[in-house]
């Protein structure tokens, strides 16, 4: 099992959106109540107005063992520097409970190319002189990577890389280019419902616009899916991005991940109305795939 500088995750956890649309005392409470269903590590995007590592400080404040990854920390979104100071108090404030991934993510301008932003960005971040005292752990730093450019530049300059809407086949491209000892954390998408129709359409809702954003599209194209099924969102780009049915299926399905090298899998669970919360899922999920006291 690959680490992220020494530090191992599980082969499980959750990622959500869910906290964009939740108040304060209702997110503290929701991961006080998946701490004590023994999750250990919550993926966090920067998406809908949360700052990624205001986030990640609130979520770690409210837990006592839980590990915050923002999933991911957009680059566009502060200066190197900043990402550096914040990711050094949280860094001493919570050892080994917090990693920073780093993605290109929305807000650049036109003709910005990602991997010259994101290797600029990761220059102006080790470059960075600080009179913050250092932590006794280091700052654990992953970035969202998915072409094979900005995986080996993940390789070369972090822990590892994360994904994002992927199929299991780039999971075994991702790792033949990140070699054995990168860390590889894999997000996907999970849907309990087991009516094709209503199962697909959901999906569909969910992926509009990643099939319908230029770099997910070169992304799905290298993954040898046609122009009509990424344009349509056909029911085979569809299953391979949105695992659907029930607990067994949608489990056995997470687990080919793992199998194809994936170090950790965060697991998104879809088709919860904003305001509520995927905690009966989450429980589901909880009680199948983590470790027992008798197994751990």
Known sequence: MGSIDGLELGRFGLYTFDF????????????????????RE?????????????????LLSGTERMRVVNGIAQIWSREARWAYGAALLLADAYPDRHVLGLGFGGGQGPGTKPLAAMTAYLDEMDAVQTPNPLPKTAVRRIMAAYGPKMLELA???TAGAQTYHVNVAHTVQAREILGPEAFLGVEHAVLFESDPGKARA??????????????????????GYTQEEIASGSDRI????????????????????????AD?????????????????????????????????
């Open 42 to 58: 919550l993926w966090i995007p920067e998406l809908l107005g949360r700052d990624a590592l205001t986030h990640a400080g609130f």
């Open 155 to 157: 390789r070369a300059r």
């Open 202 to 223: 959901i999906a569909r809702e969910h992926l509009h616009i990643y099939l319908n954003s230029p770099y997910n599209v070169a992304k799905f194209r290298r993954l």
């Open 264 to 296: 950790h899998v965060a697991v998104q669970v879809i088709g919860i109305e904003p305001g509520r919360s995927a905690m009966p899922y989450w429980r589901m999920l909880g009680e199948a795939l983590l470790p027992t006291a008798d197994n751990a």
């Open 238 to 261: 569809v299953d391979d991005l949105v695992f659907w049915g029930d607990l067994d299926t949608i489990v056995d399905k997470l687990w080919a991940h793992v199998e194809a090298g």
């Open 20 to 39: 964009e649309f939740q108040p304060a005392a209702r997110i503290r409470e929701s991961v006080q109540e998946l701490e004590e269903q023994g999750w």
